[in-house]
Every structure is written in C-alpha cells, then in structure tokens.
C-alpha cells in the first residue's frame, strides 16, 4: 500500500487531501511512522525522529496513529491477496508477498502481469486507496520491484533480466544492507550491487563475516529461493512505551510496569494465547537496556500472575538516574492456559478471567496528561452539536477539533474545554469511496471501509 497511514488519514479527512501529512508518536522521543508523499517532499521519511521531521515541514499535519481502522482496511486487502493464492505472507499491516503459482493465479508473465493490474484495481474499489505491485520470480525481487513501481504503479522483473537490472542499483537496495553495512562497503571501494559479484564472494566473507558476506553475494546473483510462508506463528507478545520525560520515582515506574503487564494481558486474550515466561524490559536514562525474565510452572494469561511476576522482576532492576522506556512481553506461547497457577496470585478473585482494569491509582503529576491523552491528533470526535469530527490538537486545557468527515467539504474549526461534556470519543466513520455507478464491493457489498469499535 501507497504511503498506506497518511493514505488513510487523508481519505477521511478532506481538509487534508493533497497536503503534507505526517503520522507517528508526536511526543520528543516519537518516530514518524509514515509520511503521505507531499511530506516526503521536504525529506520526511519513516524511522525519522519526529522533532526532525516537524524541522523539515513545520506545516504538515501531525497525527497519531489511529491502529486499529488501519487493521480493518488491511483486513480487506489481505482477503483480496487469499482470494488469489493460499500462500499469503504478511509482513506488516501494509505489506505481503503472495505466491501467485500456488494459487493457479498466475503461471507465466503474461499471467501475471494480468493478475497484478487487476489486484490493483480491486484494491482501489475496495478500499478507495492505491498499492503498487512487484511481480518477479522471488521474494527478494519481488520487493524490489514493488519499491520501484511506487507510488501507484506496477512493475514485473522478467526472468533472465535480473542480474542486468541489479547491477547498477545501490548496495543498499538490498535486504539487510543498512548504513553500517552500506558504508562498510563503500570504504572498501563497493557502492553497486554489480561492484559487490565483481568483488567475488571470498572478499564479501572477509569483510562482512562468513553468514553476512555468503548471504550478500547470493542476493547480488539474484538467488532467492525463500519460499512464501502462509502463517508466522508468534513467539511472543510484548508491549512497550517510551517516555518523553525520564521517570525517576520509583512508584511510578511500578505503576507504569502494572499498567503494561495488563495491556500484555488484553493483547494475549485478544490473540487467544498464554504464556509462561515473563520478560520486563527497561531502558535507562544512559541508554543501556536490560531485560529481565522468569518462567512459571505453566501458561497463563492471568493479569494478576504476569503483574506480581512483572513486579518481582522490576525488584531487581537499578533505575537510579531514571527510565526512559519500559516493556512488558510474554513467550513459551501456548493456546491454552494452566489453571493452578491462579493460586500464584495474592488474595483471592472471584473471577479468575474478569475484565483486566487499569491501576487504580493514578499518581497527582500524572493526570494532566492523561487529560491530554484522551484526544490524540487525528483521532475520531463527535461533538453533541456539531456532530463528528477529528481533533487537530490540544493542549492548556483546549482541544480543537475540525468538523468533517470522508464525504464531506473541508469542515469548520472549533475549540473546546478537554472536558466539554458535549465531546467525546468517537469510533472512525467509513471511507468513502469513489466508483463508477452501480458498481459494488465484494460479496456484494458497497465497498465502504469501516471500524465498529474504538481504535486504540
């Protein structure tokens, strides 16, 4: 998918249609996410510290992330890739290889070419958005010829014309090859792929390690022979948070710590998993990172268990000088849980599988931002007389909100009180999409895109 979060926030909200859009944490320590291509423009690209971004287009729109309506507008574009082949490999939310042959969608170039033109098609009426398609012999070139057709484009790799097309390319073009490793080569006097074969694979070996330097040479020969891989199955589940201001008290780290074992516990729930072995990671203020682990006697997915094991492992973490991250993570997955490990809890609970609650507790410095954080930029109002709409900032006490939504013209601005009692949350309203009349979705349906429940 094109630039697919920004894509995304820009079709829901007209004001921002053909504008620099800019979505990540916006904290000082947030990472830009994805940047729509009027941002990249300035130089904003993914990865990029967002302090540096908003230097670069100080007149973009910044917005959080809004997870969970990406999900479901990804959900129906996988669903197109399954309806092609049974070997469909996600990558992320935006991204998959699909093994056309398997499926009996494709079996040569003409075939192919075919198949890809019209799965751009379908993703376009499905959803209202563009994805641009690679289509080569193996994953590797397949990747490559996606990158090369964005945006909103196609590209095929014709078997025998790989090595030629890779030649001139930069070393960095391929997977694995990241800035060490790039100016590595380039100190050795190797900037193209080509200049990687002609340097012979003994040279890579020696300047990169037998593992790295064998797996480079093969990847310049264009040899790939990874095969598309239907199901990942996941290792573990963790959740982490990054602080824009380092936290020394010690309570409150506890808190912090309680919080995220119980939003590890509703991601576990969520996925119909449980664990035995409990991790705690932390990041101090000197950007070492610890991690600490224990491993109970059974799965579980109980939240008072994973809390006190979460607490007992923070017993033994130094976070003198403060902490800028913590994280919270289980593994030794199972789909089933050990019931006697309930006992491992302190006192006794009336519902073993009750509803997993936030700490209570809410230390006095933190509530100010948690009132900020009850309208992220970017996400979903609706207002008792102005109806919906999204929050374009807040802060001292106001929100601004601009009411609009997919079909409509650009919208007003208003500004609140964070606790205008006429405000609140909203779920996002379904993308409209634009498509010649009479035409309809799949299974029959309109093609409209949308969430019932809150995003995250």
Known sequence: MDAFFASVEQ??????????????????????????????????????????????????????????????????????????????????????FVDLEAGGAAWDEQSARLVGARLRADIRAVTGLTGSVGLAASKMLAKIASEQAKPDGLVVIEPGTERAMLGPMSVRTLPGVGPATGDHLRRAGITTIEEIVEAGEDELVRLLGKSHGHGLYAMALARDDRPVVAEREAKSVSVEDTYDVDIHDRVRVGLEVQRLADRCVRRLRGAGLSGRTIVLKVRRYDFSTLTRSETLRGPTDDPAVIREAAARLLDSVDTTGGVRLLGVGVSGLADYTQEDLFAQAAGERAEVRGPVEEPAVVPAEEQPALAERRWPAGHDVRHAA????????SGLGRVTVRFETPGSEPGRVRTFRVDDPDLEP?????????????????????????????AP
Do not use: C
């Open 11 to 96: 079709a829901s909200k007209p004001s921002l249609r053909g504008k620099a859009v800019v979505v990540g944490g916006l904290g000082p320590r947030g990472v830009v996410a994805t940047a729509s291509y009027e941002a990249r423009v300035f130089g904003v690209h993914s990865a990029m510290p967002m302090g540096q971004a908003r230097r670069l287009a100080p007149n973009a729109a910044y917005l959080v992330p809004r997870f969970g309506f990406y999900k479901a507008i990804s959900e129906r574009v996988m669903e197109l890739l399954r309806a092609l082949s049974p070997l469909v490999e996600p990558l992320s939310l935006d991204e998959a």
């Open 386 to 393: 102005f109806g919906h709409g999204w929050v374009q900032g």
């Open 426 to 454: 909203a779920d996002p309203l379904p993308l409209v999409l634009s498509r010649p009349e009479g035409s309809r979705g799949p299974e029959g349906g309109s093609g409209a895109v949308g969430l019932r429940s809150a």
